[in-house]
């Protein structure tokens, strides 16, 4: 590969042991290809040698997708970092894996383009993970997830052959849909080293609301009201009262007691139709009992209320550093039900249980908040966890609506799938990684139920 | 199965031997379902007689998946055609395979919600045949493809096993995208019983424009004007000359002289931002050069022009019944220099290339067009239509964009797929159908390249 690629001294091999997930990794060396040459040689020689190799984008995952437990090689893509081509004729961006996504959507917005797909941690994650990961995020209701955004890939099987699926055609039927095989597929049957990646008009304005409500499903039941009334908003998150108390704690205020639930909306279009729509938010919110609505009034207004909903998960990790996240989703119909249903989970196992994000599309971010210092607190966590799980499984939801399955998951991922479906994933591993060497044991049913 | 499904009379077989494409089919037998429980004693049958079966829904496939060229079964799914829930909380639908996809369309948005995809056989072909091709149509560009609005599916895999991928959650990325998988796989590894859909709210107004070009590729630039002025609209549909004047002959009209291209544009959104974008369209348009724009002032006048536009295929039928379809797509930049290739390489062996279709995704039908009572006259459109899947292949481009591969487009899927590709899908295949029985010959590279 190349000597000034790889690093195998304690200090940095620590330094990338752990993602976001904090479980903790050894990895037996680490490897930072700068173009996708290195990555072939990397898997040829894994292949002959039948060494293990973890692809890693930022570290972000939540599930432990992008660590090395059991001594394998890390493969951290993120040198691999150019913009290739954003074309506005073509309407793509063609980007190697490392590129962080808010760094993308920064550059193709100034040329009047918009790529939509927006995970919490854009500033943070790169394109390669989105895409690894099947990333969804806060706009997923109106303009879809990554998934619905990757139009071609060039990607390296194990044993060191390059795959090339896809293109630049915005539609194509040609074949199997390996494109969306390997989206969401965590790094199990290729390593991604380049995407074409679809981009639309930038929508020309775009406009901000807040409400709040005085009881904890108000939030729910103006998400319904609003998208009865027929705006399909970009972005619609609610934030339960613990989550509220904690933003409020994170800037040094107290939440006021008749807050007990919110809604944050984002409309885009033209001037007219958010105008309109935003209007038309606000009048279903009242109807639906918001206590107060207040519409940004300035570009820094709003810009705070969103950078306030994308630092809520840190705020929570620095009150909480040891919070276990779930990111659940259920039918749309049933999501207040559930969210009563998980925390009365919690409070049997005296977790408290947080519900924030994306009331679209009924994927919330349930976090479990313990002191790790309290005897029992692990099995306490785990044992509401898997309650959660099931009340979702019962609901017909899934365990995880953006986040993936890493080692996590594999539990609730074994009890989700039915046995012809978890039958094909093993096939379908075996079929592209038949040494198992491509980020082993992760995003997989567990072997003794397959 | 039960006899009151099967049917082997050469007269009922003789109406079920084509499909759209005409390419004639000897089927041994007709099995019409009623119920999943048929078609899982069917394929438990078939796979312990070792008997191929295709599957087919309207048979309005233009490249021959739903024939039986083998003496296979065919299993026309169309008698399963209940609507079983459509969900106004948790926006979905849940469809058997058989209801007609324009059915469908208008029971969701008499409650006020959307199915958004749309080919253009909508009234005549079904979800479980929209589903199995990957279907696109004419709101393609703005809000995607039936690939983007499959939630789940129930299907019954050869050998009678039941497959349930996906469900009502509107985010999932738990395990491998087996949905997306089934997506477009034309029949050949599972057979579709039921599926969720995602509904989305209807959009309250729309509007629609007609405007004419001077030049042949007058409609081209203006989609691009239009575009680069950060309008999205939902449907952006070119005519060349030659569609022009088989539009107006099917009325018994003459085509003006200084009409040489057409567009056709509808937006749609809240009631304001409908007449900002159909202005701000109409502006970007005379701007490209554009010899007249007009508004449609009623519903009647645009559901007019969008009939007009839905009739093409048949009207092309009519006037050469001989004429073969390819659905090329390419990067969209590089859409008119494509078409004039294109049309050039008919020229060449004496065939007539139209060209009309979905200017937004570069996703055009092209058209060739020869009596075949002239001597020679396969063999040149057989030449024409390997040079034209040259031109689209060297331009990075795809074979079809929706009509999927089926029998005629093998060979340019073979030439289209790298190695690589090429042999995972015949592993995929494998791993579904082990024994090859299910619509077989179909939808796959051909064996000799493999």
Tied chains: 1, 2.
């Excluded at 009150?319 to 919690?346: C, H, Y």
């Excluded at 977790?351 to 679209?360: D, E, F, Q």
Aim: glycine content about 10%; some cysteine; proline content about 6%.
């Amino acid at each position: 590969v190349g000597e000034e690629c790889v690093f195998d001294d304690p200090a940095t091999l620590r330094a990338y042991a752990q993602d976001a997930s904090r479980l903790a990794g050894r990895p037996a060396a680490l490897v930072r290809p700068r173009r996708e040459e290195e990555v072939v040689r990397l898997l040829r020689f894994a292949q002959q040698a039948r060494v293990a190799v973890v692809p890693r984008g930022a570290g972000t995952s939540p599930t432990g997708s992008a660590t090395a437990p059991s001594g394998e090689v890390l493969l951290d893509l993120s040198r691999m970092r150019r913009i290739l081509d954003i074309s506005t004729t073509d309407l793509v961006a063609e980007v190697e894996p490392g590129v962080l996504t808010g760094e993308l959507q920064e550059r193709v917005e100034a040329l009047g383009l918009f790529y939509p797909p927006d995970p919490a941690s854009s500033r943070t994650s790169t394109i390669g993970g989105n895409i690894a990961t099947g990333a969804g995020g806060l706009r997923g209701f109106k303009y879809g997830v990554t998934r619905d955004y990757v139009l071609g890939l060039r990607a390296v099987l194990m044993g060191g052959e390059i795959l090339e699926v896809g293109g630049r055609a915005l539609k194509d039927v040609v074949g199997y849909d390996l494109v969306r095989l390997l989206v969401g597929s965590e790094g199990t049957l290729a390593v991604i080293t380049r995407a074409v990646l679809r981009l639309i008009p930038l929508p020309p304005a775009r406009a901000t609301l807040l409400a709040t409500f005085p009881t904890p499903l108000g939030a729910f039941l103006g998400a319904d009201r609003l998208l009865a009334s027929r705006v399909l908003p970009r972005a619609l998150e609610s934030l339960d009262r613990d989550v509220i108390e904690i933003v409020a704690a994170a800037r040094g205020l107290e939440a006021r007691p008749e807050e007990q639930s919110r809604l944050l909306v984002e409309c885009d279009g033209t001037r007219a139709s958010v105008e309109e729509e935003i209007a038309a938010a606000a009048q279903a919110l009242r109807e639906a009992g918001a206590a107060l609505v207040r519409i940004a009034s300035s570009p820094g207004e709003a810009q705070e209320l969103w950078q306030e909903r994308r630092s809520i998960s840190s705020s929570i990790l620095r009150l909480f550093p040891a919070k276990r996240s779930e990111d659940v989703g259920v039918p749309r119909g049933q999501l207040a039900e559930a969210v009563e249903e998980m925390k009365a989970a919690g409070r049997r196992h005296g977790i408290r249980v947080l519900a924030y994000g994306h009331a679209g599309d009924a994927n919330l971010h349930c976090n479990l908040l313990f002191d790790p210092a309290w005897p029992g607190a692990e099995e306490a966590v785990l044992a509401a966890a898997q309650e959660i799980h099931a009340i979702v499984r019962r609901r017909g939801g899934t365990a995880s609506g953006e986040h993936g399955v890493g080692l996590k998951k594999r539990a609730a991922m074994t009890a989700m799938l039915p046995p012809a479906s978890r039958r094909l994933h093993f096939g379908l591993k075996r079929l592209f990684d038949p040494h198992n060497l491509l980020n082993p044991g992760k995003a997989l049913p567990l072997e003794e139920a397959g």
